[in-house]
């Protein structure tokens, strides 16, 4: 069994069903990862000693769920050399995750964090693949395949569903 290289962290139990997700598809692809719940307003401290410290446990990429006022992802992004992807989280409260949004994506110059969209974590987890596929043959090789197959889905699909209809002389 291998150790983890991506670590999906997220700010409450109540991202698991969305974050839980990416996990499936890292899963999917044979990949090691870890899940957890790291908060940037509930255990900061916490937070600070994860993003610090988790290139140094062979972590390669962080994919960071948070909902509402959803600095997670930014403030790991400041305190870690890896690369961050960042997953909004559909909030409860009026604004429904445009707080979310906006929170992840409107980062200030020289902070990247790669933000997809609104409860994507699936996403979040394909562009973690593509990045360690950068330095693994065989992952991006899969990488392909996962294309592929998504291609054929929609080719099958178009020949069930596309029609001509003529009307007229
Ligand atoms: C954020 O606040 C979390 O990421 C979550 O999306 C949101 C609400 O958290 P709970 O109040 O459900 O714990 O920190």
């Known amino acids: 069994m291998s150790e983890p290289v991506v670590s999906i962290i997220m700010g409450s139990e109540s991202d698991?069903?969305?974050m839980q997700k990416g996990g499936d598809v890292l899963a999917e692809f044979?990949?090691?990862f870890e899940l957890q719940i790291v908060?940037?307003?509930r255990t900061p401290e916490y937070?600070?000693?994860?993003?610090k410290k988790a290139h140094e446990r062979g972590i390669k990429v962080i994919i960071a769920g948070a909902g509402g006022a959803a600095h997670l992802p930014g403030m790991v992004a400041s305190l870690t050399p890896l690369?961050?992807?960042?997953v909004p989280i559909k909030s409860t409260n009026s604004l429904g995750g445009l707080d979310s949004i906006l929170s992840i994506l409107q980062m200030p110059s020289g902070v990247p964090v790669a933000t997809v969209a609104l409860d994507n974590a699936k996403n979040a987890a394909l562009l973690a693949i593509r990045m360690l596929?950068?330095?693994n043959t065989s992952l991006s090789k899969k990488m392909n395949d996962f294309m592929a197959s998504q291609?054929?889905?929609v080719l099958e699909s178009a020949k069930k569903v596309n029609t001509q209809r003529?009307?007229?002389f």
């Open 83 to 86: 690369p961050v992807i960042g």
């Open 47 to 51: 937070m600070v000693n994860f993003a």
């Open 16 to 18: 698991l069903s969305v």
């Open 151 to 153: 291609r054929d889905k």
């Open 166 to 168: 003529k009307i007229g």
């Open 30 to 32: 044979e990949i090691s």
């Open 133 to 135: 596929g950068i330095a």
């Open 39 to 41: 908060s940037a307003h």
